[in-house]
Nanobody, 126 residues
Framework: QVQLVESGGGLVQAGGSLRLSCATSGRTFSSYAMAWFRQAPGKEREFVAA????????DYADSVKGRFTASKDDAKNTMYLQMNSLKPEDTAVYSC???????????????????WGQGTQVTVSS
């Protein structure tokens, strides 16, 4: 079992930046694909960013490319999402997810993920 806990959400003005953290623990497999998803009220859950276990391979939704960056700090057992140039349409609950996968694999489909955090609210004001 893997436990994931997000933090770092909050209220920020459009154009501002925020960094989300996803602390992980309890892994029983050697490697995991990880990702960030978001869901706004009345909307379907949306893929945001994915990262491979080794941190070298990433994938991003078109809507966030060039603005968001996923990264990992293995020493801290934490995945991050650096969010720059935030827009009001980025407002959503952001969740991190993990799934056992070979090293180097990225996964962008929510249904493929086994473990989820509780989510953290990001609100971008205009």
């Amino acid at each position: 079992q893997v436990q994931l806990v997000e933090s770092g959400g909050g209220l920020v003005q459009a154009g501002g930046s925020l960094r989300l953290s996803c602390a992980t623990s309890g892994r029983t497999f050697s490697s995991y694909a990880m990702a960030w998803f978001r869901q706004a009220p009345g909307k379907e859950r949306e893929f945001v960013a994915a990262i491979s276990w080794n941190g070298r391979n990433t994938d991003y939704a078109d809507s966030v490319k060039g603005r968001f960056t996923a990264s990992k700090d293995d020493a801290k057992n934490t995945m991050y999402l650096q969010m720059n140039s935030l827009k009001p349409e980025d407002t959503a609950v952001y969740s991190c997810a993990a799934a056992p996968r070979p090293n180097g694999v990225v996964v962008v489909i929510a249904g493929s993920y086994s473990y989820w955090g509780q989510g953290t609210q990001v609100t971008v004001s205009s």
